[in-house]
């Protein structure tokens, strides 16, 4: 009773812009599942405040990742430090469900990811799901946890029939920072996450009819990341790329790529590659948008260059 939820327009009728609250407020009761002002400053700083009384937790929704920057100086400054100044006293046990990224033509104000950008940040944790399954087992250990989360959720998955799975368990529980081995190989190793999971599978089955063989990891949450799983898999297949939908200048993919480097240096026959979205906002016609974020058609050349060194 002490956990609640709000945000815009999470509450029925509408259940949340993407329908991921609906039913809640009928449920639970609009005391714990309501609607917040259009204000994410206020939506990310209220939720820490009644963080701090002990036994209580909020689950707030940012509707679009685009609008959160209002809310960093509270998500940043106050919520990701509480530990920090108060001399590990006090926590901000809380979780910010944001939906994140593109392919579904939202133009430059509906499309941006924004992991890298918090990533910087020490304090958080960073959950980016690639289906329904983890999704329910990451949003589980976020909010059983006593640190504040950025739940990432990637709206196009929203809408993808492959995204769906049965439920693991009704109290199925997914830790942070251990990732999946979605496909095992022998020649490259994948490293990505969230929406961009389904691309390098897709790209994974047109190289196996080249004989090659990729291993694709899928990393699920980016603070922390799974460096021993990455590692391991470098070590067997001598070569890695790494995908993901942010930008490929300061993406979280430079970090990983830095990583590997210093750490795996000795596995490597060939430089760790990224491919990424380009350096640009991204643009609502589809044909443009395909050419800003990453596609398949650059997984699969990336791979033959990496195969190819």
């Not at 714990?32 to 400053?41: H, I, K, T």
């Not at 490929?248 to 026959?269: H, N, R």
Request: with cysteine; proline share 5%; charged share 20%.
């Amino acid at each position: 009773e002490h956990l609640v939820c709000w945000g815009q327009d999470v509450q029925d009728g509408k259940g949340g812009v993407f329908g991921a609250t609906k039913g809640l407020s009928t449920k639970f009761g609009v005391d714990r599942v309501f609607n917040s002002p259009l204000a994410e400053a206020t939506i990310a700083g209220s939720s820490l405040g009644y963080s701090y009384k002990e036994g209580r937790k909020a689950v707030c929704e940012i509707q679009f990742g685009d609008y959160i920057f209002p809310a960093m100086m509270q998500i940043i400054n106050e919520i990701a430090t509480t530990r920090f100044r108060s001399g590990g006293n006090w926590a901000s046990p809380m979780v910010i469900r944001v939906p994140v990224g593109g392919y579904i033509q939202g133009a430059m104000y509906h499309s941006q990811c924004i992991e890298g950008i918090f990533a910087t940040r020490p304090g958080l944790r960073i959950a980016m799901p690639s289906n329904a399954a983890d999704a329910k087992g990451l949003l589980k250990a976020a909010i059983r946890g006593n640190d504040p989360v950025l739940f990432m959720e990637c709206k196009n998955l929203y809408r993808q029939e492959r995204c769906k799975s049965p439920e693991p368990d009704k109290d199925y529980v997914l830790p942070f920072g251990h990732g999946r081995i979605v496909r095992e190989g022998s020649d490259v190793t994948l490293v990505t996450w969230g929406n961009t999971v389904m691309i390098a599978q897709n790209a994974a089955q047109d190289l196996e009819s080249k004989g090659i063989e990729v291993e694709i990891i899928d990393l699920r949450t980016i603070l922390p990341w799974d460096q021993q799983m990455v590692f391991n898999s470098v070590a067997k297949t001598n070569r890695c790329l790494v995908l993901h939908e942010d930008t490929v200048t300061m993406g979280f993919g430079a970090e990983i790529s830095a990583k590997i480097m210093e750490e795996a240096f000795e596995s490597l026959d060939a430089p760790v590659r990224r491919v990424a979205a380009k350096d640009s906002f991204c643009p609502y016609a589809k044909p443009l948008e395909n050419g800003v974020l990453p596609q398949k058609d650059q997984v699969i050349d990336a791979v033959e260059a990496l195969v190819g060194w």
